[in-house]
Each structure stands twice: as C-alpha cells, then as structure tokens.
C-alpha cells in the first residue's frame, strides 16, 4: 500500500509531509506505518515503516533525524546524522539531504521553513513542550542559522482537537499561573473537567513569536482512527499500546 501524507501548500515546494498510518508493516494496534521505535511494535516492522519514509522523502534511512522526545523546550541543531538521539523536543537544519522527524500520537507536530533562507525545523508540541517554550526555543534556533522570523512558515500537523482533550482543573491552573490571558483556551466540560485547545493555543504561540505564517492542517488524531494513531483513543480503548505517527520535512 502506497504511504500517504497531508502536505501544506504553505511550505510550498520542498519536500515535506505529516505521513497517515497508511501504508506500514505494522499490524495489531500498530496496523500501518508505525515509526516509533519506543512502542512494543516488532522492531523489524518499525524498520520497514522508516525504510518507507525514508524513501518517500527520498533520504538514506539514516538520514532521517530525529530526537529523544521527553515533552521538554530543548532543540537541536543538526549537521548530518545525529547517532545516539538526544533528549530534545525539536531538530533545526541548514544541511541540504536531511529530513527532520518528529513523531507523535496526539500532541502536535509542527514543520517549519524558510525557504529563502534555506532552514527548516521540526517540533514536537505537547501541551508542557508548548507551554515551556519549545515552539520559541525552535524559532530562534532557525534565527541562528540564518533564518527570519518574518521568513518562516510553521504549519501544524494532525493533533487532538479541543472536543476530545478533556483535562482537569490542576491542568487549568498550570495554564493560568504561567498567564491568566491562556483561560481563553479552554471550555467548560462536565463536572469539574475542562476541555483544551492544544492546536490553537499552538498557533497562538507561533503568532506571538512573530512567524510570518502559522497554520494548522485541521485534523484530529483522536477523531480518525483509519488515518491517525492516538494516545489518548488508545486509553480509552483499553489497547496496551499504540502507534506513533512521523511527521517530516528537508531541504
């Protein structure tokens, strides 16, 4: 089965996709193009799924980049092949040939380009990586690679949409002590549980740390079970894992 990938038009012509579950060797609760080696998926059927991706972006398999995910504000700055991935949340090249990764099952993942400066970035956008900064952490390490803030386009992949993000109310009140403005975010739910929205807060964000252009693609994860893996279906489910979903993007 061919792979299939939600492309932006924002990013224009270079080569760069939020790849679908279609298209995979992975089977069971993984079925598809499972890319996340930290799942319990056979390690062989992960290989394959990257040799895909790899392929359609038209890179050696090592030379897809990507990092240690741990929902924190820390970038990287990739030169070539990184070797033992680094704890970070985000991967900024300059580097022709390379395609920066991100991998996620809910949060957001966020390309970035500017193409007239020749500098792409990819973020991983959980709610703590957004709200400690990691979207302004990968804007200004774009910056110093010669990148400008006004040249850059970042565009959101498929996330967890509002309707089906419920939280409590300490994860409220995480969000008004770092600014009382970030109620606005959220929308009452039943009892005391609220409902976030993780995609336009990211927007927000990106807005704020003035790209010159910052959209969301507009799907939810949870919401489409045929194209997308997502963490939270997954509890609700009862399943014992899940998939995660690649996001990529090169010069």
């Excluded at 900024?92 to 996620?104: E, K, S």
């Excluded at 336009?200 to 790209?211: H, I, M």
């Excluded at 997954?234 to 995660?244: C, T």
Aim: with cysteine; net charge negative; glycine share 12%.
């Amino acid at each position: 089965m061919t792979l299939e990938a939600i492309i932006s038009d924002a990013i224009g012509d270079l080569r760069h996709g939020f790849f679908t579950r279609k298209g995979g060797a992975s089977s069971g609760v993984y079925a598809g193009l499972n890319c996340g080696a930290g799942s319990d998926d056979m390690a062989e059927a992960v290989a394959i799924n990257r040799t895909r991706v790899a392929e359609a972006m038209g890179v050696a398999p090592e030379d897809l980049i990507g990092v240690h995910q741990v929902h924190s504000p820390d970038v990287v700055v990739a030169e070539g092949p990184l070797g033992n991935k680094p704890e970070a949340d985000a991967v900024v090249t300059a580097t022709p040939g390379l395609a920066l990764t991100i991998l996620t099952a809910d949060c957001g993942p966020v390309l970035f380009a500017d193409r007239e400066a020749g500098v792409v970035g990819a973020a991983h956008a959980g709610w703590k990586g957004a709200l400690d900064g990691v979207l302004e952490g990968t804007i200004e390490a774009m910056v110093g690679l010669g990148a400008t803030r006004e040249g850059i386009c970042a565009v959101l992949g498929p996330t967890i949409s509002q309707q089906n993000y419920e939280v409590g109310p300490e994860f409220l009140d995480r969000f008004l002590d770092a600014d009382a403005d970030n109620g606005r975010f959220f929308v009452n739910g039943v009892g005391d549980k609220y409902h976030f929205d993780l995609p336009v807060y990211c927007l927000e964000r990106l807005r704020a740390a003035g790209v010159g252009n910052a959209e969301w693609v507009r799907h939810c994860t949870y919401a489409n079970p045929d194209l997308f893996y997502s963490y939270r279906r997954s509890v609700h489910r009862g399943e014992p894992d899940y998939g995660r979903l690649v996001s990529a993007i090169r010069l």
